[in-house]
Each structure stands twice: as structure tokens, then as C-alpha cells.
């Protein structure tokens, strides 16, 4: 991929837009959409098909208890008792990268209580914010994806976890959450098809779930809808960056002419960023899931094993199991043995499964950043380049606000959201 500025150079343009997105995951698709809205004219460029990256087979949460962000105290300390099992949780394969070490350096700076307690606000007014974009989306658009609003219960079968689970539950209780905390015994009473193994749960019941796939799907037909042009399977080569107002984005298939870009690439945006000069702190981090049909004894509320790190959500006629987090690199090789860990860490939170039919393995790399919160917001040095990333386990939770945010911003409109906090210049 280059990067190049134009002195006297003349390209051959075939399309032009006001804007050019990059990604067609659910963060590209909502810009492209919201953008749209605003009158301009968007042409959005997708590597694949549309949502053929993290947001195919995501867990399907949309979560506004999630507001507790990755570093925190104590996360540090777990991941080095995990460092050498292959099917932890959370796994780091440490590799000679001073980028890397830059950001593990930012990461443990960002696992103590002041950081944490500063994010936790701006996580939560996102994803609110975000949740109500879902609902009015689907009144507007009329999107059909499986979307049900009926909580996520945190379910933990050891007693050290469950008085972990209380205490997050009562910070959260200080940010302005009203979870519920049940017993083994009540929430089975709430949710029959609860585990055995189950001792005791927080109850969010505010949060929803949905078919990830089919909302980005629909979303990209929306936007089609409002003029938004799509190419899909075609990769970008290059940027060009003529002038203030003028920049090229180079395809395999020929040149795109916009005023302004929004690249929403993912994992992968730090490859596009650092063509122009500038370093975002953004590491992949790989997550899997199992997708079966659904059994008979299926839960109809989202059941995350805290533990294991593994969420167990309905979606229309399958099962899905989720999670983990593995920081090995750009490397999209899917691990039988961690797919294989978070299909028995879903099972270990609810009734028994026989025998699971039709088993789906799959696993995606989710853009994080050292901080726990997203970078959204114009690229330093560049007015007209905007960079929307790092939503880490939360992109189909904060795909719709990120989306109206961006929109905002090139349209001139004051931001709903103060995004002082989501600026790469943090960095």
C-alpha cells in the first residue's frame, strides 16, 4: 500500500463522492448510512463482501453494561497466570514488536482505578446513546435481525467470581446502572434454562442482542437506499492526498476522488494510518465463536459465563458462543483449541446440550486500543481524514453512535457526545 502527495501528478478518476469510507463492517456501514443522511454523497469501499470481517458471527450483544472497559486493576496480574494456557481466556502471544510493547506499556498504564473510572462514563453515555440509535433504526428502516431487548445475565460458578461480580456491579451502581443481583436459585427462576453449575448472577436488564450479520446487511441496503455507492471485493492500494479538499483512495479496480475519509478498517486501520505518517496505538485482538442450532433447552436471555470469558446468545434459530480475547498479531488462523474452550465455557452456564448440530467455528480480530475507548475523530495532520476504530469487544454495540458521530463532525453539526476522550491525540 503507498501513500502518496500529488506534485503535478494527474490520476484518472472514476468516481467521486463528498466522502469515502474504507470498511464495510457494522462501524463502515453505520458512517455511510448517517453520512448519507446528512445529503452528501458517500461511495463506501469494502477489501470483501460486506460484513465479512469482525461483525459476521460477533457475539450479537449490544451492551451497555460492557462500560467496565478492558484494563482495569487486576487484569495484569490474571493475564500473567494465564501466559502459558493455550485456551485461557485472555491470551498474549509476546512477540519482538516495539509497537506491541508500546502498547502493553500504555495497557498496564491504563489498568488502575482513575483511568478506569474515567472511562466508564464515556463507554456508558456511547452505548445508551447507541441502544436507542437500534431501536429508532429499526422503526425507520424497518430492519428485521433478531433483535431482542430482554438483558444479559453475568453468570458465575465459583464464590471468589460472584463476590468479584458484586463489586463491579456496586461501581457500576455508582455510575448510574441499577443491576440486579440474584442468587443461583432466583435467577433460574428468571431464566429456567440457567445452568446447575450457576451460583450466582448480575442481571442487566436493560441490555439486547441481535443478529449482527443481518443488521449490517440491512443497514448497507438502507444506505443504498439514500444514494451511498458500495464496492465490495475491491482493495484499497493506496491514498492519494492532493490537496485540502482533494484525496484519492486507490483501488485495485480504479481511483476514488473525495473531500474527505473516514477510515473505519478495523484491526487494520493502523496500516492506513501509518502510510500517512501517523502511529495509532491499535492491536488486534482475536476473538472466536461456535454457532449451533438452537436446542429445545436454549436460553431466551444472553448468558455470559464471566469466568471463561464467554457469552451465549439466542439468535433466531441458533446458538451462538463467544469470546476470549488473543492477542496474536494480524493472524486470522482459527485455533481449534480456543474455538473448542469457548464452546465449553458457554456450555458450563446453561442446560445440557447433548449433542450440539450443525457446529459453525469462526474467529475474528477486533481493533483494541490500550485505553479500553474507541478513536473516533478527525487524524492529526490531516483535517479532511478521519479515523473511526478501537471499539474493541463493543463494535456492534457502538457501530450506530459511531456512525451519527462521524456524521456530525463532517457535516459541521455540534457532536451529541463530547468525543474529547476519543481523539487519537490522547496518544
Not at 49 to 61: F, H, V
Not at 109 to 126: F, G, K, S, T, Y
Request: proline residues 5%; charged residues 20%; neutral net charge.
Amino acid at each position: 500500500m503507498k501513500s502518496l502527495r500529488s506534485e503535478g501528478l494527474t490520476v484518472s478518476m472514476k468516481e467521486k463522492g463528498d466522502v469515502i469510507v474504507v470498511g464495510g463492517g457494522v462501524v463502515g456501514v453505520c458512517v455511510a448510512y448517517y453520512l448519507a443522511k446528512t445529503g452528501m454523497t458517500v461511495v463506501l469501499v469494502e477489501k470483501g463482501e460486506i460484513c465479512s470481517g469482525c461483525s459476521y458471527a460477533n457475539a450479537g450483544l449490544i451492551t451497555p453494561s460492557h462500560s467496565l472497559p478492558i484494563p482495569a486493576p487486576g487484569v495484569i496480574k490474571q493475564a500473567c497466570k494465564w501466559l502459558l494456557q493455550e485456551d485461557s481466556p485472555l491470551l498474549f502471544r509476546l512477540r519482538l514488536d516495539w509497537r506491541l510493547a508500546y502498547w502493553l506499556v500504555r495497557f498496564a498504564a491504563a489498568c488502575r482505578e482513575q483511568p478506569m473510572n474515567r472511562a466508564i462514563p464515556v463507554l456508558r453515555d456511547l452505548s445508551r446513546g447507541s441502544l436507542d440509535l437500534f431501536e429508532e433504526l429499526i422503526l425507520a428502516e424497518g430492519l428485521s435481525f433478531d433483535y431482542e431487548r430482554l438483558g444479559l445475565l453475568c453468570a458465575y460458578t465459583t464464590h471468589s467470581g460472584y463476590e468479584k461480580g458484586k463489586r463491579d456491579a456496586e461501581l457500576l451502581t455508582r455510575h448510574g446502572f441499577a443491576p440486579r443481583v440474584l442468587d443461583g436459585k432466583h435467577a433460574r427462576e428468571l431464566e429456567p434454562n440457567l445452568g446447575t453449575s450457576v451460583i450466582g448472577t448480575v442481571y442487566f436488564e436493560d441490555d439486547a442482542h441481535g443478529n449482527g450479520y443481518d443488521f449490517v446487511t440491512q443497514m448497507s441496503t438502507a444506505a443504498k437506499r439514500l444514494g451511498v455507492k458500495i464496492h465490495t471485493n475491491t482493495a484499497v492500494a493506496g491514498l492519494l492526498i492532493e490537496d485540502s479538499n482533494h484525496i484519492c483512495v486507490k483501488t485495485e479496480g480504479g481511483d476514488l476522488l473525495g473531500r474527505n475519509i473516514v477510515i473505519t478498517a478495523g484491526a487494520w486501520t493502523s496500516q492506513f494510518t501509518k502510510i500517512l505518517g501517523v502511529e495509532i496505538p491499535v492491536e488486534p485482538g482475536k476473538g472466536y465463536s461456535v454457532t449451533i442450532d438452537r436446542p429445545d433447552l436454549s436460553p431466551k436471555i444472553p448468558v455470559l459465563n464471566m469466568e471463561k470469558k464467554v457469552a451465549v446468545t439466542p439468535i433466531g434459530k441458533r446458538l451462538r458462543f463467544a469470546g476470549t480475547m488473543e492477542f496474536s498479531g494480524l493472524d486470522l488462523t482459527l485455533n481449534e483449541r480456543r474455538a473448542d474452550a469457548v464452546l465449553r465455557g458457554g456450555l458450563e452456564v446453561i442446560s445440557r446440550i447433548a449433542s450440539p448440530q450443525n457446529v459453525e467455528r469462526w474467529c475474528g480480530l477486533r481493533p483494541c486500543t490500550p485505553d479500553g475507548l474507541p478513536i473516533i475523530g478527525r487524524m492529526p495532520g490531516y483535517p479532511h481524514v478521519y479515523i473511526a476504530t478501537g471499539h474493541a469487544m463493543l463494535g456492534f454495540t457502538l457501530g450506530p453512535i459511531t456512525g451519527k458521530l462521524i456524521g456530525e463532525m463532517i457535516s459541521g453539526g455540534h457532536p451529541s457526545f463530547d468525543t474529547a476522550m476519543l481523539r487519537v491525540e490522547r496518544f
